[in-house]
Protein backbone atom coordinates (compact mmCIF):
# COMPACT_ATOMS: atom_id res chain seq x y z
CA UNK A 1 0.00 0.00 0.00
CA UNK A 2 2.70 2.35 1.07
CA UNK A 3 4.52 1.63 -2.33
CA UNK A 4 1.75 2.65 -4.36
CA UNK A 5 0.86 5.74 -2.84
CA UNK A 6 4.25 6.76 -2.49
CA UNK A 7 6.50 4.96 -4.20
CA UNK A 8 6.84 7.73 -7.00
CA UNK A 9 7.67 10.52 -4.52
CA UNK A 10 10.28 8.19 -2.05
CA UNK A 11 13.92 7.84 -3.22
CA UNK A 12 14.96 5.51 0.01
CA UNK A 13 12.63 3.42 1.59
CA UNK A 14 13.84 1.92 5.02
CA UNK A 15 12.83 -1.91 6.33
CA UNK A 16 13.61 -1.82 10.14
CA UNK A 17 15.11 1.26 11.86
CA UNK A 18 18.24 0.37 13.71
CA UNK A 19 17.95 -3.51 13.64
CA UNK A 20 20.84 -3.56 16.38
CA UNK A 21 19.21 -1.92 18.97
CA UNK A 22 16.39 -4.76 19.24
CA UNK A 23 18.77 -7.67 18.22
CA UNK A 24 21.74 -7.42 20.09
CA UNK A 25 20.70 -4.55 22.50
CA UNK A 26 17.03 -6.40 23.19
CA UNK A 27 18.59 -9.96 23.06
CA UNK A 28 22.42 -10.26 23.46
CA UNK A 29 22.70 -7.33 26.37
CA UNK A 30 18.91 -7.01 27.58
CA UNK A 31 19.22 -3.32 27.85
CA UNK A 32 16.48 -2.15 25.56
CA UNK A 33 12.98 -4.16 24.72
CA UNK A 34 12.15 -7.53 25.63
CA UNK A 35 14.97 -7.60 27.68
CA UNK A 36 16.87 -10.78 27.25
CA UNK A 37 20.43 -11.86 27.63
CA UNK A 38 21.87 -14.75 29.12
CA UNK A 39 23.28 -12.92 32.31
CA UNK A 40 20.88 -13.70 35.14
CA UNK A 41 21.70 -10.38 37.16
CA UNK A 42 20.56 -8.68 34.44
CA UNK A 43 17.63 -10.58 33.04
CA UNK A 44 14.88 -13.17 33.76
CA UNK A 45 15.32 -15.24 30.70
CA UNK A 46 17.07 -15.69 27.73
CA UNK A 47 20.09 -16.74 25.63
CA UNK A 48 22.49 -14.15 24.01
CA UNK A 49 25.31 -16.42 22.53
CA UNK A 50 21.74 -17.80 19.93
CA UNK A 51 18.51 -15.46 20.54
CA UNK A 52 20.32 -12.08 18.81
CA UNK A 53 21.64 -14.17 15.73
CA UNK A 54 18.19 -15.73 14.94
CA UNK A 55 16.50 -11.98 15.59
CA UNK A 56 19.02 -10.79 12.93
CA UNK A 57 18.28 -13.70 10.59
CA UNK A 58 14.84 -13.34 10.56
CA UNK A 59 15.05 -9.27 10.53
CA UNK A 60 17.43 -10.04 7.23
CA UNK A 61 14.83 -12.39 5.86
CA UNK A 62 11.71 -9.83 6.53
CA UNK A 63 13.69 -7.16 4.57
CA UNK A 64 14.92 -8.97 1.55
CA UNK A 65 10.84 -10.08 1.26
CA UNK A 66 9.66 -6.58 1.08
CA UNK A 67 13.12 -5.36 -1.15
CA UNK A 68 11.65 -8.13 -3.91
CA UNK A 69 8.05 -6.69 -3.29
CA UNK A 70 9.27 -3.78 -4.31
CA UNK A 71 11.38 -4.72 -7.44
Request: hydrophobic share 35%; with cysteine; charged share 15%.
Amino acid sequence: MCFQAFGDRIKYWLTFNEPRSFSYIGYGSGANAPGRCSDRNVCNAGNSSTEPYIVSHNVLRAHAIVVNLYR
